[in-house]
């Protein structure tokens, strides 16, 4: 039995269609408000396809509260400085993020500062370069 000649062209549909679903918007970040948190790292995760830190903020009264922050695929924030041991638990930072629209201790990586005054991005990629521009 052969198979119908338009089979090729489903299976071709559905696989972009799941690889596109896959990845999400960044939609739920709201992108007009930046949150400064300063605290201690508890886990820094190199994963794809965004990379995570995780950090322990403490409030005036000494209650901690844990923020998902995320960052670029780590491809990107290879690019853009980052190594996988940029970050490791226990390091004092402050991270600037843009906050979850549902008020959610989660947030979209602005930059962050290092104990030692490092500054690095979100692991975005550069912004494109005007052709003949060096």
């Given at each position: 039995m052969?198979?119908?000649?338009?089979?090729?062209l489903v299976l071709a549909v559905l696989a972009t269609?799941?690889?596109a679903?896959?990845?999400?918007?960044?939609?739920?970040?709201?992108?007009?408000?930046?949150?400064?948190?300063?605290?201690?790292?508890?886990?820094?995760?190199?994963t794809?396809?965004?990379?995570?830190i995780q950090v322990v903020?403490?409030?005036?009264?000494g209650n901690a509260t844990e923020w998902g922050v995320e960052c670029g695929s780590p491809?990107?924030?290879a690019r853009t400085g980052w190594k996988k041991t940029s970050l490791k638990a226990g390091d004092r930072v402050t991270a600037v993020?843009?906050?979850?629209?549902?008020?959610?201790?989660?947030?979209s990586l602005v930059t962050i500062t290092l104990a030692d005054g490092t500054v690095l991005g979100p692991g975005?990629?550069?912004p494109p370069k005007p052709l003949g521009a060096q």
């Open positions: 052969r198979a119908p000649l338009h089979l090729p269609t799941s690889t679903l896959a990845h999400h918007s960044f939609a739920v970040f709201d992108r007009t408000k930046k949150v400064t948190l300063t605290g201690t790292v508890k886990d820094f995760q190199w794809n396809p965004h990379t995570w903020i403490a409030d005036d009264k491809n990107m924030m993020v843009n906050p979850l629209l549902d008020g959610r201790p989660n947030g975005d990629a550069p």
